[in-house]
């Protein structure tokens, strides 16, 4: 199986076992540092309308809708996008990065901003997704990311981008078939949206309260026109 493909039948399999750790907020860096941060950061620019890509079961779509957002999530995942409508109603799709890319998944109208947070976990799907987001973002619009902090790989592993072992370890569920994840150093992001269009506004590094290791980053990035 390929690493794209193992991902995704791993959260097939670990569906219920995440809704539930996200239900009960047992991902103490989630509680305490990111989901703030992610939430703070998008609503810092002057976007009404965003699409939430990988929402999972739709946490941060309704907190921005909280904030007045016109917020709606897409995820390849359709026990997740279920409990998501339950959740918070009729403002979720199951769509992979690839629909989107391709035009199988269409918004009636380009949105302000995108978001994907903590969701960019493949290669190719991810590079597709990064190359065609202007199928689903207005020329001009945003493009925020929150993803892993390179200092939590390097201080355990050769700091290279490529493909590094996953676990679920920590988690206090059995989750099941952990699978490769593709790590980019900081170097290879920029390449990486330099080369889809997309144009860094800031860098944002949300540390711990305590230890004040940093636990991710969050790129603002803007679309620019073709």
């Not at 079961?57 to 359709?78: H, I, N, S, Y």
């Not at 945003?142 to 072992?165: D, R, S």
């Not at 305590?210 to 790129?219: D, R």
Request: charged residues 15%; proline residues 5%; glycine residues 6%.
């Amino acid at each position: 199986m390929d690493p794209d493909t193992a991902i995704l039948t791993s959260w097939h399999a670990n569906a219920a076992n995440w809704i539930a750790t996200i239900d009960h907020d047992e991902i103490s860096s989630r509680v305490l540092v990111t989901n703030a941060a992610i939430v703070q950061t998008v609503l810092s620019y002057p976007i009404q309308s965003i699409l939430d890509i990988g929402c999972g079961e739709g946490w941060l779509t309704r907190a921005l809708q909280a904030q007045g957002k016109q917020a709606f999530g897409v995820d390849a995942v359709p026990a997740l996008i279920e409990n998501a409508i339950e959740k918070g109603g009729d403002y979720y799709a199951v769509a992979s990065f690839r629909d989107i890319a391709t035009g199988v998944y269409t918004a009636s109208q380009p949105f302000d901003a995108a978001v994907i947070n903590f969701a960019l976990l493949d290669k190719e799907e991810t590079e597709l997704l990064l190359q065609h987001i202007r199928m689903v973002v207005r020329p001009d619009g945003y493009l925020f990311i929150q993803t892993l902090h390179p200092l939590v790989i390097a201080g355990q592993q050769p700091y290279a981008t490529g493909w590094k072992e996953g676990s679920w370890n920590g988690m206090k569920r059995t989750f099941v078939q952990p699978y490769q994840w593709y790590f980019r150093t900081i170097a290879d992001w920029v390449k990486l949206f330099s080369g889809a269009g997309l144009t860094i506004l800031q860098l944002e590094e949300p540390v711990h309260p305590e230890t004040k290791a940093p636990m991710s980053l969050i790129f603002v990035l803007q679309v620019m026109q073709e």
